[in-house]
Each structure stands twice: as structure tokens, then as C-alpha cells.
């Protein structure tokens, strides 16, 4: 079988490190992307680009999609304008996607969907499986919303996976682009308290479990994309010293997170002791378990 598969998103920090692994792989790839082609080919390797979901309208199908696109949740302050960008760079988009791949002469067996762990909110010191009962709060009707946009696509027998994915660490951008200047200057510190958790995972391991939700008949639903071992934020930014050979002394207290970043300081001074429960019972095996061997391939 050709595997031919349809990727959204797959310019950006997982969306790229997935288009190489799976061209690696043998796949064939179509990017969606407003970028132009010669650019996503620099970024992504031999692949078919189109710029418009429009233009697929009517297409003779793909085997798999994988829907990877949204705005960066942590890029700018949560005004207003700032909500509705997120709310229709994943839940319109989604929309859109799913009524496109409906015209297909040919249904795709799988669709893969993004999702995040801030779909359970804030969970305090909770351990959050894909069973736990959500937290209601932006980030959770987002991640809802965005949600079922794809499972609607599951009334027409397509198998239908959600990437409940965590703070992702990798080399050449993610969150760790912006924390490491701070720490190598010997400033950084915890964040707030440092007890809430940092439900963090290695982005190897990502590309790695959205291929297996594509390859693998029997999974479906919600899946944490998690380490197996989460770390509070104060074990995360003292692993982060340690790796970069610099001390952690300055703390930035909750109140001036809350006074320069508003609601979005949220994402920061809160969080879940997620852990990929339904990975583990299917058998996954994650290549970064453990956050000291993480960080050091993410940084050196």
C-alpha cells in the first residue's frame, strides 16, 4: 500500500521532526501550509505541498491525516483577539478539515489529531489519567472544542486518535528556546511556588506515539503524550541548571507572572500530574522516560 498521509502543522516544531521520521519511514507527505513550497521542501524534506484545504475538496483521499496546526498557546498574552486566534487556527480549522475529508472519493482509515494536556486544567497535585474529570477553564474548553471537531469524523467509521500532548522538549525551539537564556545567564529559577507539575515529554517521543496512533488498528480516542515520570516545576527548572552547569537562585514570584503575562500566567503557576496511562497499557515504550537524559539531548 501507497501510505500517503495529509499533515497539518507540519512546519512547526513537531510537525517538522514528524515529516522527517516518517519520510525516513517511506511515507508519502502532503503538507497543508501558507508558506511556499520551496520553503516547507527546506524545512520538511521531499514533500507535496498545498496551501489551501480548499483545494482538496473533491480529492481521491489520503490513507492517514494528521491535524497538527494551531497557534502557540504560550506565543502571546491572552486578550480577547488573542483567544479567537486559538479558538480558529485549531477548532475552525478542524472544522473545515473534517468537512473537506467528507468530500473525498476515498475516506482516510485514521485521522490524528493534536489536543493538550490543558485539556484537564488545572489538576493541582492530582494524578490525571485519560479518565480524569476535567477542570473547567479556557484551556480546557479549547482543547474540548478542538476535540470534537475531529470526533465528529468518527460517524463516518474513520478512526479518530487525540494527541494530549505536554510541555515538549527538543532541540532548536519549543518552550526551552525561551527558558534557556535566563538559566545559562545564571538567572533563572521555579516559577510561582514550583509544586504544580510539569506534565513534560521529550518531542522523540511524540513524533514517535503520533505514528504509532497512525499505524495502529486498535487505538483510538484520548491519548496523555506525556513522560511516564512528571516533574514539578521546581524538579524541572533544577534538572534545567544542573544540565546547563548553572545554579537556579532567582525565582520570578507568581504576582509578576500574573502582572506581565495575565491570564496566560495560568499555563505557568498551574498545571497536571499527567502521566500516558493508556500508552503504557498498550505497550508504547518511550525512548526519554527520565528528564536529566531529556534535557541533555534537547540542549547539548
Given at each position: ?24 519511514q ?55 483577539q ?11 480549522l ?48 479549547l ?93 524541572f ?10 545554579p ?6 507568581a ?14 503557576l ?31
Open positions: 500500500m501507497n501510505r500517503h498521509v495529509l499533515v497539518t502543522g507540519g512546519t512547526g516544531f513537531i510537525g517538522g521532526a514528524l515529516c522527517t521520521e516518517m519520510l525516513a517511506g511515507y508519502e507527505l502532503t503538507i497543508l501550509s501558507r508558506q511556499p513550497a520551496d520553503q516547507v521542501r527546506k524545512l520538511c524534506g521531499q514533500v507535496n505541498v498545498v496551501h489551501t484545504l480548499e483545494s482538496l475538496r473533491g480529492h481521491e483521499g489520503f490513507d492517514g491525516v494528521i491535524n497538527l496546526a494551531g497557534e502557540g498557546l504560550a506565543d502571546k498574552r491572552w486578550t480577547k488573542r483567544k479567537k486566534v486559538l479558538r480558529k487556527s485549531r477548532i475552525k478542524t472544522h473545515t478539515l473534517t468537512d473537506v475529508i467528507r468530500s473525498w472519493a476515498r475516506l482516510p482509515n485514521v485521522l490524528v489529531s493534536g489536543s493538550a494536556v490543558g485539556f484537564y486544567g488545572n489538576q493541582k497535585n492530582a494524578l490525571v489519567t485519560e479518565e480524569t474529570m476535567p477542570h473547567d477553564e479556557f484551556s480546557h474548553r482543547c474540548k472544542d478542538w476535540e470534537n471537531a475531529a470526533l465528529a469524523l468518527g460517524s463516518e467509521n474513520v478512526r479518530v486518535c487525540l494527541s494530549r500532548t505536554g510541555v515538549v522538549a527538543g532541540p532548536d525551539g519549543g518552550f526551552l528556546k525561551s527558558m534557556v537564556l535566563p538559566f545559562k545567564l545564571g538567572l533563572g529559577g521555579r516559577m510561582g511556588s514550583g509544586h504544580q507539575y510539569m506534565p513534560w515529554v521529550h518531542r522523540t517521543d511524540v513524533v514517535a506515539a503520533l505514528v504509532w496512533m497512525l499505524e495502529t488498528p486498535e487505538a483510538s480516542g484520548p491519548y496523555n503524550v506525556v513522560s511516564p515520570n512528571p516533574a514539578t516545576n521546581r524538579e527548572t533544577q534538572c534545567l541548571a544542573s544540565t546547563l552547569g548553572r537556579a537562585l532567582f525565582p520570578v514570584p504576582p509578576v507572572l500574573r502582572l506581565a503575562l495575565g491570564e496566560m500566567s495560568h499555563l505557568l498551574t498545571g497536571q500530574q499527567a502521566i500516558p496511562a493508556r500508552l503504557t497499557d498498550a505497550g508504547f515504550s518511550f525512548r526519554y522516560p527520565e528528564l536529566g537524559p531529556a534535557l541533555e539531548e534537547s540542549i547539548h
